[in-house]
């Protein structure tokens, strides 16, 4: 079975600060790893994705997020962070099994919220 | 641009009623899914489907039908609706080599009197 754990239901800190939203998953072998993100009164859109290689990949709007094999984690990362930052972050994980069903596993998500 | 959309956006239903969830993509991707949002939980994945005319069963499934009559439109069936069915719904597509990368819509809120 695969399961992902965001830690931290909410992540508050000030406009400039620098950010790190922790994600761990549980897989028996290599994951494929994906951040989402969700505005306020929006729909999930696609941030970024870990497949194979580089062990920190960049994303849109800045983000960026470190895979580490040793922890089981995939941190998202931005810095400085804005108040346009504020959202609803979700970690999310696909098996790689070869058959590509697109069937991700999400973690329950993580409130940012930016102050000015 | 790729668009995902979803009607009703809203819906209010009766216990033991019928509900149909539409969902439409012009991305002509060949994968679509049904997810719902619950405080708590994150997404959960109702049901998906690899292109018209199949239907697979996601993670919770139970007391959820689906129906994929052409690659555009995926349906999310609720035969006998309970207020434990009470969420938000949201349908994706994703195309078949980077499936994981999903597009979503705007999602439908519905309630369950």
């Known amino acids: 079975a695969q399961s992902v754990d965001q830690p931290d239901a909410h992540v508050t800190l000030y406009e400039g600060a620098s950010l790190e939203l922790r994600c761990s998953y549980s897989?028996?072998?290599?994951?494929?790893l994906f951040w989402y993100v969700q505005y306020p009164g929006q729909s999930l859109q696609f941030l970024l994705k870990?497949?194979?290689?580089?062990?920190v990949v960049k994303g849109t709007k800045g983000f960026e997020a470190e895979f580490r094999k040793s922890n089981s984690s995939f941190n998202l990362k931005k810095s400085p962070a804005h108040w346009s930052d504020s959202a609803k972050y979700f970690c999310?994980?696909?098996?790689?099994?070869?058959?590509?069903?697109?069937?991700?596993?999400f973690g329950h998500g993580t409130i940012l919220r930016v102050h000015p | 641009e790729a668009a995902v959309t979803q009607s009703p956006r809203n819906k209010v239903a009766v216990t033991g009623g019928k509900v149909t969830l539409s969902c439409n993509q012009t991305?002509?991707?060949?994968?679509m899914y049904w997810y719902r949002q619950d405080t708590g939980h994150g997404l959960r994945l109702i049901h998906y489907?690899?292109?018209?005319?199949?239907?697979e069963k996601g993670d919770i499934p139970d007391g959820y039908k689906a129906s994929r009559p052409s690659q555009e439109n995926f349906s999310l069936i609720l035969e006998l609706a309970t207020p434990s069915q009470t969420s938000v719904y949201f349908c994706?597509?994703?195309?078949?080599?980077?499936?994981?990368?999903?597009?979503f819509g705007p999602g439908t809120r519905l309630t369950v009197l």
């Open positions: 999310a994980l696909g098996p790689n099994t070869g058959a590509n069903t697109g069937k991700l596993t």
């Open positions: 897989y028996s072998a290599a994951p494929y």
């Open positions: 870990y497949i194979t290689g580089d062990a």
């Open positions: 991305n002509n991707h060949n994968n």
């Open positions: 994706a597509s994703g195309d078949n080599w980077a499936s994981y990368e999903q597009y």
């Open positions: 489907s690899y292109g018209a005319g199949s239907t």
